[in-house]
């Protein structure tokens, strides 16, 4: 069954704007630790941002300053706001749970993560 549901994706100029969510059933995310990856086609899957059980974040140096994620615990739905976007930034992304119950913080290696959602495609056009 699934768990996590992305959606926000999509086709963007570059320089412009989108937010990703992802809404969790069958658990709650409040103290969750969180995270958004990325894989573009022919290449590995990549950590992009994490948010650990009491809001710290960490961030890929790609994405630093750029990206930002973040939660709604009331709506258990995760976010990742993705402003002054470049061609870069094309891949599919994924919403992760991390295989712990809380953490301070989680790092971007995929091995952390056990919960996975189906991934939302995102297009940057020059």
């Known amino acids: 069954q699934v768990q996590q549901v992305e959606s926000g994706g999509g086709s963007v100029q570059g320089g412009g704007s989108l937010r990703l969510s992802c809404a969790a059933s069958?658990?709650?995310?409040?103290?969750?630790?969180m995270g958004w990856f990325r894989q573009a086609q022919g290449r590995e899957r990549e950590g992009v941002a994490s948010?650990?059980?009491?809001?710290?974040?960490i961030y890929s140096d790609s994405v630093k300053g750029r990206f930002t994620i973040s939660k709604d615990n009331a709506k258990n739905t995760l976010y990742l706001q993705m402003n002054n976007v470049k061609p870069e930034d094309t891949a599919m992304y994924y919403c992760?749970?991390?295989?712990?119950?809380?953490?301070?913080?989680?790092?971007?290696?995929?091995?952390?993560?056990?919960?996975w959602g189906q991934g939302t495609q995102v297009t940057v056009s020059l």
């Open positions: 992760a749970a991390s295989a712990a119950s809380t953490a301070y913080s989680v790092g971007l290696r995929t091995s952390d993560f056990a919960l």
């Open positions: 069958r658990y709650s995310i409040t103290y969750k630790p």
């Open positions: 948010i650990g059980s009491f809001g710290t974040t």
